[in-house]
């Protein structure tokens, strides 16, 4: 049983990390944060937690609060957490920050695409980029997770083993991605309104999208030399999920069953991927409100094109999940514990 | 450890026992039954599933299928589950039944509101009509339970209380119902189309839907006269939920917390129904894909009316949920085991 | 011919009238007002008006512009209007207003009801409540017209004439309406965000929403006395439309034809009111983006109830369709000018 | 005044093109076909249309019916039309068609992707592509107008002036496309149920899709080689609207000014091809309803792409309003008649 607090607890990624900690055997948590709802009880914002969590926000003070956790979840927006990451590093305890301040592994590189500038360099240095299934091992000893954006999970997940298998060798991919309207946030604005998104679809930030270059970072990593990446987000009239099509030259000639293969090896003792059937493509609905990541893919002969198509809830395995997923391989818990859920259909 | 037996698995309502069994800890699947999907693994049809439910469709034989299982779930159609009924309870084992054929206690009104004979009239005699929280002495012991409607359900749970303490005396009321397209199940159809019922809206069955006479039966029960309900159901442009708007006269200046201190007290040790705080009324995502039933309402002094707002998930506690809290009461296993999912938010 | 201007035309309605009047051969749009998008390219904010609308936003002002144009539409929130109202007037020149500023005659009524002082009590005396079927002979020699709202409309086209030919002599009625997210504006709240909305489903204002004075006003004209309506506004994840479900107590033992026929009798001349046959109920889908009013009626007589269901379009005959039709009635232009579009279906 | 006829009136883009017609200044509206509604008023049917369109569904007898008629639309599944097709050219009568039958030039390569014989050679050969803004020179002659898919219209219009122009050269694209269920049809199939579709997002038919050699048909005219096109449909929860984004390896160095201006030019005078601004991508909202392609791009120096992406109303410029445009186009009407219909919005 360990002790966690959370920063930010009432935005979309803090909410559904609360509503799975509820559930999990081994955590307690000791304090939801929020500035907003200060002294609001938790289940008065988030009505479906009724009767489950009976805890009250809290505005907390970081000099006094985090002395009674093991482990803070920061949910906060990008250059909100750096402060609360040194703090509690400082007293030698663990973080999982869900913001992008440290994930990419270059300071310049953040500066340049968030357009702020980053504080706190030295903990950045020491921050595993927690894509639970690719770097398990430097997770559980880690200190501070940098827990991987939504996109970036659901074009890695897919790519990296075949490019670390080196099964794929091209440097340079399309990623048509399509992501229901809750990764906008719970903040207000003209973006995420139900009258414009309903019944309307619609491309957004081509080419200069944040997340591009937390997937170039990791897909060069894993083919060991500098991968480029065409990355188009969508906005889909749907609240959850995120749906990548992704396009690669298949030089190689691969069949479909090289590509899966692969992935079925390298995924084998991983409880959340699951590779499908030939001529099977994942839907969002069959993840919905889980941790898993479906992949299916086609050689296309015809046109000499492989497609690998994955889904994910962008909440769960692109947030929050795959966050008490590290938390679970942190603690050495079940890596499944708190994760079992399984989407309703319909 | 129970084994069960689970006939017309393949619709929603058997998919999602399916889906709550499978993580049920004292129960083993011993078939999933299907005409149409014999022979295809449960995972091709629902991809929610996949890893999680490894059995493949079988087109039961029910002379010799029956014996191997302690309890049936009969997710047929109104009119195909009689013969089953028969046979499994004159084996001496439980039956759950989620059609409409053993819910309405007088044979003639069956065959009036239904149009087709009942063949089973002797099991009618000994069925209990499995509203969990009303009749759970009843359904400890019973062999055959008969499962609500989704819309009664709705209605009920809110009303029969107020009637059966004599708080409220009126004998006639009006509910104002809203439900997902998935109450229209999973035969496809014009009326379930996503073009038809997307951006739409519409009232249907006005003073001639079949659920009609099961809330008229069970309220003139509560209060000991025959009551009447105007019920309207109309469909909603969503998937999952079940939001009921009961409109009473008010004729004993009851105040809101007369009203709701009954609710309270009735349902003090039920672990799935929300009273829930004066001016909030309740919404079904607070209870999409769980057990709960979250009731909310209003005392206008200006008009002198009681309104009531119910939410359910139709295919949980108007359905599935409900089946499977019945069951637990059957076994006398914990009555949240299996049923402690939360709705995701948002 | 006619010269107009737009007051508030960026918001949801404010764009509605817009589009309406771009296609309208009579009318000649001078300005379009707004506070936040001044300067900006009108098409620019609405990508649907692309080459259609060419016009730019200006703020304008209300002692030099209002001398350019024939007919002003007001398109503010409630509290915004009420100076421009009065500059216009003063004027002599006509103005439809689609706050709520005007449409109840009693001053110390909309103070109870908006929390506001009123402050233009004599423009008030003079404004015409603008029901276009029942108010024509008015509104044709209004300077000042109150368009109604959106559920008042719902509610009185079907209600209105049975009270006033006294078909109908009950003084309480029961009005359960569920409108699509659009009603609650183009203002970023919680309250219309897509994730909030979405698969979501609740009642609100239960008792207290400020359209009921408005309803109760007309319904009283129409029958000589004080009517009460217990009104219950729902929210439905769609953008447009608006389902009305009226119960009434069926006093007099009403056949379903006596009703039928006054209503076809009272609306036989009017181009956008369709009363359906029997056993057919409205749907918005098919009144999505016209005029139309579409009404459908059952008498239970299990019951002893009548029930009426009405649809309408909340931005177009609940706002921008009514209004424009109040200008074509006051500038006597064919009634259906600039509004025969018909709802895209699916 | 011209005479037309409808085959298959009752389908989603029979209904559309109904719908349209209704309206139309120059035409009346000879027979509404269907075999399954036959004597049925289209209003029962089209409750969109009640009032405006009185006529009643007739089962239409190829030998007699024809001769009544100037122009036959086709509005049947792709293997149905040839024999209708046949019959009215040799009448010397006009006919578009909005099968698959008549848009491939070769006989072998629709019998490749559609798997059945085509009995119509001799009038494949003398069919004109109706891709409005490209053929209508040869449209405006023709007696048989083949008119094109959803898809392909949504991909050519961007495409095929730029390689028309050769500033395009490149011989190989991916289109990644997005489609409303509508495009699904009105047949019931699990694959169109609301339940099934709703909060859920798919890819189909990879590699596969028959509109593919239809797409590269046309582009290797353009380009005057053969052009392959990765092609992959993806199913969005909303009724309408296509969203194409292509990706093209701008091996030219190609400005976002060098491509936006070659289209601009193109398209000069076309009354239904709107191009964005820079940083402005086209919405499936801002077209709903309506006759126009939006079109918008980014030249994505870093990667050396260029991404285009369009938007239409798949059952309008993609299927009924196109066919309008062609029907004006051939009788020398007003290009625009009948389809000025702008979006609503929200």
């Known amino acids: 049983m360990i002790k ?3 920063l930010g607890a009432t935005g979309y990624v803090g909410a559904e990390i609360t509503r799975l900690l509820s559930r999990h055997r081994e955590v307690e948590i000791m304090f939801l944060d929020s500035r907003s709802y200060a002294s609001m009880p938790y289940e008065n ?13 809290t505005s907390v003070d970081l000099d006094k609060d985090l002395d009674d956790i093991d482990l803070l979840f920061c ?3 990008h250059g909100l957490s750096q402060e609360a990451v040194k703090k509690i590093t400082n007293k030698g305890k663990k973080v999982i920050d869900l913001s992008a301040d440290f994930r990419l592994k270059e300071k310049t590189v953040y500066e340049a695409w968030y357009g702020v500038e980053h504080k706190a360099t030295e903990e950045l ?3 595993v980029y927690g894509l639970s299934e690719i770097y398990s091992h430097e997770i559980k000893k880690a200190n501070l997770v940098a827990n991987p954006g939504c996109y970036p999970t659901s074009i890695l997940l897919p790519l990296y083993p075949l490019l670390k298998e080196k099964i794929i060798t091209t440097d340079s991919f399309i990623a048509d991605c399509k992501s229901g309207v ?8 003209e973006v995420n309104l139900f009258s414009q998104c309903n019944e309307n679809l619609r491309a957004y930030g081509i080419g200069v999208h944040r997340h591009t270059p937390e997937i170039e970072q990791e897909l060069s990593l894993a083919l060991g030399k500098k991968v480029i990446v065409q990355f188009t987000p969508h906005l889909i009239p749907m609240t959850r999920g995120i749906l990548s099509t992704i396009y690669i030259d298949n030089r190689k000639a691969l069949g479909t069953e090289d590509i899966k293969d692969t992935l079925m090896k390298y995924y084998e003792k991983q409880p959340f991927i699951r590779i499908l059937e030939e001529n099977a493509y994942p839907q969002t609905k069959a993840v919905y409100g889980s941790n898993y990541c479906d992949i299916g893919l086609k050689v296309d ?3 000499n094109n492989i497609v690998i198509v994955s889904a994910i809830d962008n909440l769960m395995k692109g947030a929050a999940g795959q966050a008490v997923q590290n938390m679970n391989l942190m603690f050495d818990f079940d890596e499944t514990e708190g994760l079992k859920q399984v989407a309703v259909w319909p």
Do not use: D, F
């Not at 914002?45 to 926000?57: D, E, R, S």
């Open 4 to 6: 966690v607090g959370i």
């Open 45 to 57: 914002i988030y009505a479906n937690l009724k009767h489950v969590v009976k805890q009250t926000c």
């Open 75 to 77: 949910a906060l927006p």
């Open 125 to 127: 240095n020491t921050a």
């Open 182 to 189: 809750s990764g906008a946030g719970r903040t207000p604005s």
């Open 301 to 303: 002969e015809r046109t």
